[in-house]
């Protein structure tokens, strides 16, 4: 007993000794958790500079807590399973306060057991399929109810759409949310021989004859729409593909949910001009705050061609929250951050506030916009006021009952109000 | 090969045709000046109105305005309308390659010193832009050209609403040209055929008319008529559906076939350099599909060299990229490939960390950033030979490039010493060394040859898909696949398989979606090896060992 003791003590001292000289004790560690090479660092680099930004902002302003923030970068490669170990490595080694990461939502379900085991913190910036609450994520992209439902209620209700094409990639966002806007448009009295539902690989290049179903589909003389989630650069033979088989915006408006202002930047957005997507953000957005934010970032880049978009924005949104929880806890300690997160207020870029609800999800504007000949959206349409994120979808069965609520006396990320019990999922 | 050529010259022949007819359109703005003068307090709300109430102005506009308003409405359509901030003088923006002009949307002069800053744009949102199009086809109904009415009518058939019918009713019985005329009756005949106070025989007239026609209108008209109660004209209409169906599903058996043949000649083109390489060398050459990505970014550079011959880039691009894939596979085959002869899984993984660090090497030099090759103009857009069937030009060209290619590498083969030398090696290399040849040198030459028409494959796809330091890795697989399949070692086998899996596959995609019908034709080339491990045209003879 005496022994361990003893040895106990040496450690500690040995462990204070090492400590002392370094600066990193005075420092708070903000892990950044995004991938730098391999297929997602054309999206993920962006959000990682981003953080880098917003920490040396907060530094300028005199730090937190009266400590400087030392931003940890960690490098994922664009591999799942790796997204766990950097976590592991970041919450155990680095001592990271909190990490701002993750793209995919593969990346993000694997991250999620190691912050529940170590008890960490994360912000995940992307919009997303829902259906998940953890104690230890907040979650600043937008949910299925944030996205997906207001673009098709725009289409049904200012567009006059009948028919609907669901075009996705073959992957879990995709998939999840069409089965949402499925139910939903069920729900709205759409038939289900007016609804067209289409998967393709990642990276499809070939076209043809699936724009020609679409074609076809979209010709009966009732006004059709596509709603796509297909992912990253298969985007641009699709919509080459519409042009090329004289689909134009007017005949046939397609509104994605994943090309942004980083997808178009450098692209020939001819063929795209007239198409909808539908974020919380946009970069055309005429407010001071975003002038001020999309200069900050041309500078940093020192890039004066560098564009903004959606994600950055919820990553600016979460650290401004993150930041300010801290204040309010005066502590880094996930547990007083967590419960001081609830409630936080941020304005917008786009006007309006953000407020960080019960469940972990941000309430925030819905913007839908048609991409212009430069490669920028022109909003045509947004939400009246915020609208608050929906953690567990209404419109699936499975989820139909079922809330998150991180105060107690729920404190449960998957809640059902019918049985009052909580299954312990996330 | 007659045929060939005729189907080539063919080709260009309605390439320049094409060019001419879009020129000829575009000529027939008119030479006013100035806007009338009761327009311009128009002109000037269009530079105030804010999206919702443009639409009000653009229809007063419309209502007293004749040809003249025609440049006005096409640029606010195409989003080149500006207006400068301090005078409110509309002008058009034209971009040239490199630097941006504006000038007078009556006056056609240029507006000097005008710089980003001094102009804002009038923005143009789906609703206008349709309104727009519509617009100017009910402008164009007056044309002098046929043409023009004639496209002007087919443009107004989706929406049709009663100020239109009045006027086509007006012009019907003065147009002299028979095919405008026939668009009109046509046009006619959907209004007639819907309007259910009409008697039944002018109905059922009508409808006839409407039996034989193409135009989607048509059809959707028809289908709204076979569901009402009234049983003359469902039968009629009926029938006159039966008609059009049976004629649209005979040209969407075209169309599934062309898009089989296109992606059997992306196949062809991505494989024809295997077929080389591992074919005929039996060289496992993992980096082939680095070659095609080297080509694809020649492409690019060309056009970065040359942004002002955008049309003509290609013609550089192709022997420019058969240079340098070619040059990079003899380096590779001088350098690494030659020293593993006889030891295909050495091969194998020398050439699979090649394509690794071709790949890398791209990444440093370009970004990881897909770049952006542009589309000639003359292989943009489709060649409409009717409603329901058109040829997209852009993937016509490379279907007949790659037959032209292939040709060619048959005729390299068959008919030139080096082909004569090529095979000799390939079929006995002591022989061929006894003999003479020098075996090295062939095998450099061969790879080098394989290499850069993969580099040529590269120019086409970059057409067609994105320029990306993975586009090699998308088609490897594919590669492989088809020259297994065809017969390694037999140029024949190459072309046949690449047609069928591409036929196969576009007429398995309706059915079973993407995914599944990929899956699908690797299981079934799984299956055919197993039967015939050779493939589909097996060498015979003593060359077949």
């Known amino acids: ?426 | 090969m007659r045929h060939f050529i005729a189907l080539c010259c063919c080709l260009f022949g309605l390439l320049s045709s094409q060019a001419y007819s879009a020129e000829s359109s575009t000529s027939t703005s008119p030479s006013a000046n100035q806007p009338p003068a009761e327009l311009a307090p128009l002109m000037l709300e269009l530079t105030k109105a804010k999206y919702s109430k443009l639409l009000p102005v653009l229809k007063k506009i419309e209502a007293n305005s004749d040809e003249s308003m025609l440049p006005l409405f096409r640029t606010m359509m195409n989003g080149n309308l500006y207006f400068i901030k301090t005078n409110k003088q509309l002008v058009q923006l034209i971009e040239d390659a490199n630097q941006k002009t504006y000038q007078g949307i009556f006056s056609q002069q240029l507006v000097a010193d005008l710089s980003k800053r001094d102009v804002s744009k009038i923005k143009v949102n789906n609703h206008l832009r349709s309104y727009l199009r519509n617009a100017i086809a009910r402008i164009q109904l007056t044309s002098s050209s046929a043409e023009v009415r004639k496209n002007a009518v087919r443009e107004l058939l989706s929406s049709l609403d009663e100020e239109t019918v009045t006027t086509l009713e007006r012009l019907y019985s003065s147009e002299t040209n028979q095919t405008v005329k026939t668009e009109m009756g046509l046009a006619l005949a959907i209004n007639t055929a819907r309007q259910a106070s009409l008697p039944n025989s002018t109905r059922i007239a009508a409808i006839e008319r409407l039996s034989g026609s193409l135009e989607n209108t048509a059809r959707n008209v028809l289908t709204q008529l076979t569901n009402q109660d009234n049983p003359a004209i469902k039968a009629a209409a009926e029938h006159a559906l039966k008609k059009i169906t049976q004629r649209v599903e005979r040209f969407g058996f075209l169309n599934q076939l062309f898009f089989g043949l296109s992606l059997g000649s992306v196949l062809l083109l991505a494989s024809i350099g295997l077929a080389i390489t591992f074919g005929v060398m039996g060289v496992i050459n993992m980096a082939h599909g680095e070659m095609i990505m080297l080509g694809a970014y020649t492409t690019y550079v060309v056009q970065l060299m040359m942004p002002n011959y955008i049309d003509y880039s290609i013609w550089v691009a192709i022997p420019a990229a058969f240079l340098v894939s070619g040059i990079v596979g003899v380096l590779i085959e001088r350098l690494v490939i030659r020293h593993l002869h006889g030891r295909p899984l050495e091969t194998l993984l020398a050439t699979f960390g090649i394509s690794l660090i071709l790949q890398q090497l791209v990444r440093t030099i370009f970004s990881p950033l897909n770049r952006q090759v542009s589309t000639p103009s003359w292989m943009s857009g489709s060649w409409e030979i009717n409603p329901v069937f058109s040829l997209t030009l852009n993937r016509l060209y490379i279907l007949a490039f790659s037959l032209l290619v292939f040709f060619a590498l048959v005729m390299v083969l068959k008919k030139t010493s080096l082909g004569l030398n090529v095979r000799a090696v390939s079929q006995n290399r002591n022989m061929a060394k006894a003999m003479g040849v020098k075996t090295n040198w062939i095998d450099a030459m061969t790879f080098g040859l394989g290499s850069g028409i993969a580099g040529i494959a590269g120019v086409a796809l970059s057409q067609l898909t994105n320029v990306g330091p993975n586009l090699g890795q998308d088609y490897i697989i594919n590669s492989f696949m088809v020259v297994v399949f065809g017969g390694v070692g037999n140029l024949l086998g190459t072309l046949v398989a690449a047609f069928s899996l591409g036929i196969a596959t576009k007429f398995l995609e309706p059915m079973t979606g993407a995914v599944l019908s990929t899956i699908l034709v690797l299981v079934f080339i799984i299956l055919f090896i197993q039967k015939r491990p050779k493939g589909l045209f097996p060498q015979k003879g003593r060359a077949a060992e």
């Open chain 1, 1 to 426: 007993m005496k022994i361990k003791t003893l040895v106990s003590a040496i450690a500690l001292t040995g462990a204070t000794l090492v400590a002392v000289p370094s600066w990193a004790a005075d420092t708070i560690k903000v892990g950044v958790l995004h991938s730098l090479s391999g297929t997602m660092a054309i999206s993920e680099s962006a959000l990682k500079d981003t953080v880098l930004m917003l920490i040396k902002e907060q530094n300028a302003k005199g730090g937190l807590l009266g400590k400087q923030i030392e931003p940890v970068v960690v490098d994922p490669a664009s591999n799942w399973p790796l997204f766990a170990e950097k976590a592991r490595e970041l919450i155990s080694k680095d001592k990271v306060d909190v990490i701002f990461g993750s793209w995919t939502s593969v990346s993000r379900k694997s991250v999620l057991p190691v912050l529940q085991e170590l008890n960490g913190l994360m912000f995940y910036p992307v919009q997303f399929e829902g259906e998940e609450s953890s104690k230890n994520i907040f979650y600043t992209g937008a949910a299925p109810n944030q996205q997906a439902i207001p673009a098709v209620n725009y289409l049904m209700n200012d567009l006059g759409v009948k028919r609907f094409v669901l075009a996705g990639t073959d992957y879990v966002y995709p998939r999840t949310t069409n089965k949402i806007l499925e139910a939903y448009l069920q729900s709205k009295g759409v038939p289900a021989k007016d609804i067209m539902v289409n998967y393709t690989p990642f990276g499809q290049s070939d076209w043809q004859s699936i724009v020609s179903q679409i074609k076809k589909f979209g010709s009966q003389g009732i006004k059709t729409a596509v709603v796509s989630t297909i992912n990253g650069d298969a985007n641009v033979p699709f919509y080459k593909e519409l042009a090329n088989q004289g689909i134009s915006s007017e005949d046939i408006p397609v509104v994605a949910f994943s090309v942004g202002e980083q997808e178009l930047s450098g692209l020939d957005t001819k063929p795209l001009v007239g198409h909808l997507a539908a974020w919380n953000y946009f970069e055309s957005v005429d407010t001071p705050e975003n002038e001020k934010f999309i200069k900050a970032w041309k500078t940093f880049k020192k890039d004066p061609k560098a564009v903004t978009n959606d994600p950055m924005e919820a990553t600016y949104i979460g650290f401004n929250m993150w930041v300010d929880a801290v204040k309010k806890a005066g502590t880094t300690d996930v547990d007083a951050v967590e419960k001081a997160m609830i409630g936080q207020k941020f304005p917008n870029l786009t006007g309006g506030m953000a407020v960080m609800n019960k469940n972990h999800y941000l309430s925030k504007p819905v913007l839908i916009g048609e991409i212009q000949d430069d490669g920028q959206f022109e909003t045509v349409w947004e939400t009246d006021s915020t609208v608050p994120g929906d953690s567990w979808s209404d419109y699936l069965p499975s989820s139909k009952n079922v809330i998150a609520d991180w105060t107690s006396p729920i404190n449960c990320g998957h809640y059902n109000t019918v049985t009052k019990k909580c299954s312990g999922e996330n």
